[in-house]
């Protein structure tokens, strides 16, 4: 391995919030690595581009076998620091020849667009995986930020913390598509958003 594995944080996915340096970067790439949408919106068409799919062993070999003779660049949503295939990357590949370019999270975007600061916030994510009671438990001006998915969506979360003692009135922004045209934001109660349909994968925020 004589090359860099540079991992790019691509943001929300929108040109508007990718970062000017990790534009540099993906322009410069020979061989470039990402989700379908992300190749579609990103990768010039001189690059060699790899879709993300779900053999990620074989993945693994393909970026191998690249960095003997060019950079590859791993584009991943949101920034890489936080659940991305970076951690799977850093197991596979060693650190030296693995660099990393940061992205706009979707908890930066969630956390501007309903004008709160979130340095004093729980961050954490729903989204394939459990959060632990610890993140969860309740307390009193405790904010708590978490990723969603279709099992673990909004609703059900909102009923395992209003069962772990937050009260219905508590305030929550649930977040979808942020940054795109048809981005959605709601305020509701906990309450009101145990019974809330058509939010699925969100930044969920609330507000005790």
């Keep these: 391995m004589e090359h860099q594995l540079i991992v790019v944080g691509i943001g929300p996915g929108s040109p508007e919030y990718l970062l000017p340096v990790a534009r540099q970067v ?10 379908k949408q992300s190749l579609q919106a990103f990768a010039h068409d001189g690059s060699e581009q790899r879709v993300i799919g779900g ?3 074989n993945l693994f070999q393909y970026i191998d076998d ?13 920034d890489p620091g936080f659940y991305s295939l970076l951690a799977a990357l850093k197991k596979q590949f060693p650190q030296k020849f693995i660099k990393v370019i940061p992205g706009i999270s979707s908890f930066q975007l969630a956390f501007a667009a309903i004008g709160e600061y979130w340095q004093d916030a729980v961050v954490t ?17 405790k904010k708590l930020a978490t990723l969603t998915d279709s099992q673990n969506n909004p609703p059900h979360i909102a009923r395992q913390l209003l069962s772990l ?10 977040c979808a598509n942020l940054a795109r045209p048809d981005e959605k934001i709601r305020l509701l109660t906990l309450g009101e958003t145990a019974d809330i349909a058509g939010f699925s994968y969100c930044v969920m925020v609330v507000i005790g």
């Design 26 to 35: 993906i322009d410069k790439a020979r061989v470039i690595v990402g989700s």
């Design 55 to 57: 053999d990620l062993p």
């Design 66 to 78: 690249k960095l003997f003779t060019s950079d590859v660049v791993v584009m991943v949503s949101g």
């Design 125 to 141: 994510s729903m989204h394939g995986r459990m959060a632990s009671d610890q993140d969860l438990a309740y307390k009193s001006g």
């Design 165 to 174: 003692g937050w009260p219905g009135e508590t305030k929550v922004w649930l």
